[in-house]
């Protein structure tokens, strides 16, 4: 695909971002991103403020600010009552909310598979846009909700993931990005993605590549949603984290980490947190203010000059 010459596109496909910029004027900027799910839970209301979480946080992760939404939706009417539809647009109409965003339309189309999400559109001012391409040796990296929600929805499907764990996986997978988004802005963060279905390594491997450094992760730092564990040792993994893995480990050196120990790592995310790069002194600083306002982040890694592989586990 040829690249954009448009000079007012100040964030496009080069680099594998989460949303592209448009300049408007000189103190404003539009992010524009869309994505669509498959149901990952049972409940059709939940299964809308995920899908919605979803597609909202492409735009935080720029450092924007949502704007407006529309419905996508792909609905298979000859097997789902209509009633399945109106909740599942209810679940996702809360969250477009709680993001001070405005639902604006959308379109519906018959189909065989059940999909739904959000096109969404924000702004930004383009001097503090944050890209997934600028992380700097010596940073530190942070990430803002665990790890396993691929795995738990594949035991979900298989019925054999317990109650606990379905409640704490949907409870991050609807949590918005928004607080983590507002402090990274304040502690004025060198680079930020999220992390989505190409799991923590694939998208650590983006933000090295883009940036032409090494990630290093401390595998025994990063959190991962309790039970996840047993779900592993049950076989219950979806395919895509072993694409993911198939993909990813030319590019990872894994040191000593055994094969199933990785796993969380290369699960594809649905709804993830934010990965965060910051100077050692403005990681510190969101560290404290996140305990402060009650938002999930651990210290996860560092950022390295470029060594062999984009990414190290230790």
């Known amino acids: 695909m040829p690249r954009e010459t448009d000079p007012a596109l100040l964030v496009g ?19 524009e991103t869309v994505d669509i799910i498959t149901p990952l839970v049972d409940d059709p209301f939940v299964f809308g403020q995920i899908a919605a979480a979803n597609s909202l946080s492409d735009v935080f992760a720029m450092g924007g600010r949502p704007r407006t939404a529309m419905n996508l939706v792909f609905f298979p009417e000859c ?36 999909k739904y999400g959000l096109s969404v559109t924000g702004t930004i001012d383009p001097a503090k ?4 391409c600028t992380a ?12 396993g ?19 704490e996986a949907c409870g991050w997978m609807t949590r918005l990005n928004d ?10 963060a060198s680079s930020c993605t999220d992390v989505t ?81 910051l100077p050692p002194g403005s990681a510190a600083t969101f560290l404290q203010h996140a305990g402060e306002v009650g938002c999930f982040a651990r210290q996860i890694g560092e950022v390295l000059t470029a060594r062999k592989f984009p990414v190290e586990i230790v």
């Open 13 to 31: 496909l080069e680099t594998a971002d989460d949303a592209g910029v448009y300049l408007l004027r000189e103190d404003c900027a539009l992010v």
């Open 79 to 114: 097997s789902l009552p209509v009633e399945v539809l109106a909740e599942i647009l209810a679940g996702g109409l809360s969250k477009i909310r709680e993001a001070g965003a405005c639902l604006v339309g959308g379109h519906t189309v018959e189909d065989d598979e059940l």
């Open 129 to 132: 846009i944050v890209r997934n």
């Open 136 to 147: 700097r040796p010596g940073d530190v990296l942070i990430l803002t909700k665990p790890l």
């Open 149 to 167: 929600v691929g795995i738990v929805s594949t035991g979900i499907k298989a019925e054999m993931a317990a109650e606990t764990v379905v409640k």
């Open 179 to 188: 607080t983590a988004a507002a402090l990274m802005l304040k502690c004025s």
């Open 197 to 277: 279905g190409f799991g923590l390594i694939g998208h650590s491997v983006e933000m090295a590549r883009g940036a032409g450094v090494t990630i290093r992760l401390q595998r025994a730092a990063v959190p991962v949603i309790p039970g996840v564990d047993k779900l592993i040792r049950d076989g219950l993994v979806p395919g895509g984290c072993y694409r993911n893995r198939d993909y990813y480990t030319r590019s990872l050196d894994s040191g000593d980490s055994a094969a199933d120990e990785l796993l969380p790592l290369f699960d594809p995310q649905t709804s993830g947190g934010l990965l965060i790069s």
